[in-house]
């Protein structure tokens, strides 16, 4: 096998037609014929480079709106044939067609159209046939051809060619393939995936997931583990979009922390109130709102002092030098924010370590989407939990009804056991976590955990009792007994608020009567594994 092979004849057919002149006229100075398509075609010769039109080599012209141009032997067949073969070859000479050694195509913008939520029949139109189908066909002959998907690759191509005077290396051809493979699985599965959302099929037979690599990690969640980061394609303001100000490469844990943080945070409208989450391992370790970023900081802060550092910030406006200044008073990772000032930046450059992410938005909880997990064997596929409780959905089951106040530290606390890992208990006081409990076997540990916490930090305070005293009380789902509810009375709390629709929702409602707690449900509950 020879493992290089020159590029003489190349078909360019783009709808992104970046670099395109600039490849065009390379290609040309090095003496490989040009073919071209449409508006390709036109952009080359507009250029001032010489192109010979597809429909001049197939005998055709395009037709029926463009959908039929490529589609057809004399391009296929030079793509495919074998060089090496003698058959191939003869077929090659008897039907007159020549070989195609270089493949530029990039598809149809059809995620794009999508994105900007294009109806029906133009998402339809935007589904490229002739594209995939020439990709195709050359990857699978890279023994032969080349074949470039993305304009980042023009360079290396380039570079390719001149390294080894006008040819390709197998290996480079493999790579080349590798990427076009890809892409067009990526294609047919945002294909898929619309089709399906546009049919209202919640569980379609095959469901196909893709995403773009945005970066290479340095490793997992442990050093043992290889791990990349990959987009995709939606948009959704947060650490996929976001832009890196300052600090270094983020980790794996980094952005599954920021990305848990900033959801949280963004439940919380800034157009009503500054709000801030603080997470550690996923899971937060204090959250607050208040009349200003500075102040919810503090609040979020005093919750768990400890947890904290170390952990990831989450804002719900842009970050200010105030806070900013705070933040910097321990050791943090992570920051995220729909913005920030240029003397909150100024201060943060100070900490080199201190990586700094602005968003430009809030992504919002309320927009629908579907979350995947994979089992061994396969995908566990959800709707995203957007699940939302106001005060009109809340029923007071207790002879005793929760005051105005306290309605609105139970949907606070509501929302935040919502992006705490199951079994959740979260006290809240004053509109900011006073003790968080995550990830027990038992909601009573949960329940304990939380109201040691808050104890621990009441002693750090100098506080005279523990901020549990006369706070409310979220469990993400039912107590199936009353004892959980029993130890959040025990912590000092004077209020509940459950999804109900336990067995023994009877026995617990009676116990929170003779504890004196007023009691809400939901309907709803909030796992989180």
Known sequence: MTDLYPVRRALLSVSDKTGLIDLGHALAARGVELISTGGTARALREAGLEVRDVSEITGFPEMMDGRVKTLHPMVHGGLLALRDDAGHMAAMETHLIAPIDLLVVNLYPFEETVAKGADYATCIENIDIGGPAMIRAASKNHLFVNVVVDVQDYDALLAELDANDGQTSYAFRQQLALTAYSRTAAYDA???????????????????????????????????????FYTDGTNRPGVATAVQHQGKELSYNNINDTDAAFELVAEFDPEETAA???????????????????????????????????????????????????????????????????????????????????????????????????????????????????MDDLKVVTKKAPTEEQMRDLLFAWKVAKHVKSNAIVYVKDQATVGVGAGQMSRVDSALIAAKKAERMAEALGLAEPLTIGSAVASDAFFPFPDGLMEAAAAGATCVIQPGGSMRDNEVIAAADEAGLAMVFTGMRHFRH
């Open 276 to 390: 801030c989450a603080i997470i550690k391992h996923a899971n937060p370790c204090g959250v607050a709102k208040g009349a200003t970023l500075l102040e919810a900081y503090k609040a979020a802060f005093d919750c768990d002092r400890t947890s904290a550092f170390g952990g990831i910030v989450a804002l719900n406006k842009p970050l200010d030098a105030e806070t900013a200044e705070e933040i910097t008073g321990i050791f943090t990772e992570v920051v995220i924010a729909p913005g920030a000032s240029e003397e909150a930046k100024e201060i943060f450059a100070k900490k080199k370590n201190l990586r700094l992410l602005t968003t430009e938005g809030l992504p919002d909880v309320m927009a629908g989407g579907k979350t995947f997990r994979q089992v061994a064997g396969g995908f566990l596929v959800q709707d995203k939990d957007n699940g939302f409780i106001g």
């Open 190 to 228: 945002a294909v898929s995936a619309w089709m399906a959302k546009a049919l209202k099929e919640e569980a379609p037979r095959r469901r196909a997931f893709a995403g773009e690599l945005a970066q290479t990690l340095r490793y997992g969640e442990n050093p043992h583990q290889s791990a990349a």
